[in-house]
């Protein structure tokens, strides 16, 4: 193969910055999904090879490599399989732009454009019951900074169905509580939605923004620094809040339950209270109302519901006739 007609480091600076950043104005969260992609690569070839980032060419990643790379994400780092598609997904995309820059590495581009995304089980949802969701927005201890924050942002989480990358990212300016109540979300891809608050989450916002920076740009959920509350942040807090509400909600005991766990079980309560699929897909920011479609699928009541509609078709149960012989055995005991 005939020398690149561009540097490996630039090219990779150019997917980065002309291609993600100015052509496709992707998103900062897709940018640092995609860099963390790349970090991880480089250091594994590093690790392997030897070789640091500044002294890779295109060559370095061909499809044998990635392969093991994404291996070793599961096996190694213990990634799921959600995230190893993910990390192919970042890589396909530069592949796809280093075909375009520099047809003369085709080859190598090509054979890993044709490594698969891998296939996986798609678990069947999990969510909480309503008296379950009550019990954990009631665990913070309000008499504490840290306790009233959290119950709101509980609160907050569970009224909007948010992703906990929209709770974080949540600034003053984007809740709305002069006339009607509502948050401005700032999804997946650029997507924008405002949706509106109870009463009581809207109280409890408006008491909680007093006690904050009022800054519009300041976040609504800071920690002890001011900062936004990170992700782990966030599942830290729902954890202390779970172990709390065990106490007295036995039926929480062993869930597995996360910050997408709520947004789950708002989607899931929206369905089982008569909203139609396609208000539920704007209310949590899908992409597609066929996103949707799996809390139907998880609905067990509304299976049950449909099935008492229907006639069951199987014979009734015929009942057991003993013979003569077996009569006169127990007869003669």
């Known amino acids: 193969m005939r020398a ?3 540097g490996f480091a630039q090219l990779v600076q150019d997917f ?3 291609r993600l950043v100015a052509q496709r104005g992707a998103s900062a969260r897709t940018v640092e999904s995609y860099r963390d992609a790349f970090e991880l690569l480089f250091g594994f070839i590093e690790q392997r090879t030897g070789k640091p980032a500044a002294a890779l060419q295109l060559v370095d990643l061909d499809a044998p490599v990635v392969l ?3 291996d070793h994400l599961e096996a190694g780092r213990g990634n799921s ?3 190893r598609n993910a990390r192919l997904a970042a890589i396909h995309s ?3 732009y280093a075909a375009v820059r520099d047809p003369a590495s085709l080859p190598v581009t090509g054979r890993v454009l044709a490594i698969p995304a891998k296939r996986f089980d798609r678990p069947v949802l999990g969510y909480l019951s309503r008296e379950q969701i009550a019990a954990i927005l009631a665990a913070p201890d309000r008499r504490t900074w840290s306790g009233q924050r959290d119950a709101v942002m ?3 989480t569970y009224n909007t169905g948010a992703r906990v990358s929209e709770i974080t990212a949540l600034r003053v300016r984007e809740v709305l509580l002069d006339r009607q109540a509502a948050v401005h979300l700032h999804g997946k891809g650029r997507k924008e939605r ?3 608050l109870w009463k009581n989450t809207a109280t409890g916002l408006r008491a909680w923004l007093g006690k904050i920076n009022d800054a519009p740009e300041a976040p609504v959920f800071p920690n002890r620094s001011g900062a936004p509350m990170s992700r782990s942040g966030v599942r830290d807090r729902l954890d202390r809040a779970v172990a709390v509400a065990e106490r007295d909600c036995s039926s929480l005991r062993g869930q597995h339950i996360s910050p997408h766990t709520l947004r789950h079980s708002t989607a899931m309560h929206l369905l089982q209270s008569g909203t139609d699929l396609a208000t539920i897909a704007l209310w949590l920011g899908h992409s597609s109302p066929a996103v949707t ?5 998880a609905d067990l009541a509304a299976k049950e519901a449909v099935l008492q509609h229907l006639d069951d078709p199987s014979p009734a149960p015929m009942r057991f006739k003993p013979g003569d012989r077996l009569l006169a055995f127990l007869q003669d005991l």
């Open 16 to 18: 980065f910055l002309r």
């Open 194 to 196: 405002v949706i509106p």
């Open 68 to 70: 093991d790379f994404l």
């Open 4 to 6: 690149p007609q561009i």
């Open 154 to 156: 509980l609160a907050t």
């Open 94 to 96: 530069f592949m796809r």
């Open 81 to 83: 399989v959600r995230t």
């Open 293 to 297: 479609h799996q809390y139907l699928e």
